[in-house]
């Protein structure tokens, strides 16, 4: 869970998250301008490595996931009693960014207005500003719903007909038992 607190020094609001032990997190966040930057393999897989990587260095378990053309929902579990979703969330979205824009100035730089942002120091954003949604979550109950929440996007968008025909989301890990495109901490999980 988040509070905004109005930001004296900057006059903006200030998001703080609450990294309590034991809580599982549910994130959502889109894309800059809710653009479909997530519509293609290449950005789909800069975000499951970042996210994989994310895991390992800030020590969470994944429960569920899906990355919908403009946005995602994770619902993952810190295992470590002192962590900060910020930190997590910066590693996974700064390096998607990071790498996105780099390879459009490589590749196809006449796609970079759409990322522009006219600022000076911050030219191009591949994420929408702000935060996102960071919900705290202790119930098993509640724990299973947002998975099934999460699972559902892409039928509730019209991608799919059945959650599991969407390959890039953590349904098929537990419909299947499949390992990609990522893995999921089945282990840790509260209800099976």
């Given amino acids: ?24 997190h549910f994130l959502a966040f889109r894309c800059f301008k809710n653009r479909k930057f ?4 290449r950005t789909r897989t800069y975000f499951v490595r970042a996210l994989d990587k994310a895991r390992r260095r800030h ?4 429960w569920a996931y899906v990355i919908m053309p403009e946005h995602v929902h994770l619902l ?26 780099n390879w459009l100035k490589g590749n196809r730089p006449e796609i970079l207005k759409y990322l522009e942002t006219g600022l000076e120091y911050d030219k191009y954003r591949f994420w929408q500003d702000g935060s996102g949604w960071d919900e705290n979550v202790t119930s098993p109950r509640v724990i299973s719903d947002m998975m099934g929440y999460i699972h559902y996007n892409p039928v509730k968008a019209g ?28 282990d840790s999980y509260p209800i099976i």
């Avoid at 988040?2 to 809580?23: A, E, H, L, Q």
């Avoid at 962590?83 to 390096?95: E, G, H, N, T, V």
């Fill in 76 to 101: 993952i579990f810190p295992r470590l009693e002192v962590y900060s979703m910020s930190a997590i969330l910066k590693s996974i979205k700064q390096s998607v960014a990071r790498r996105s824009i």
């Fill in 59 to 62: 020590q969470f378990d994944i």
């Fill in 159 to 186: 991608l799919v007909l059945r959650p599991e025909d969407w390959y890039w989301s953590s349904v098929r890990a537990w419909v299947y038992d499949e390992e990609e495109p990522l893995s999921i901490d089945k």
């Fill in 1 to 24: 869970m988040f509070s905004c607190v109005m930001d004296p020094t900057s006059k903006r609001m200030k998001y703080i998250r609450f990294n309590n032990p034991g809580d599982a």
């Fill in 38 to 41: 997530l519509n293609y393999n």
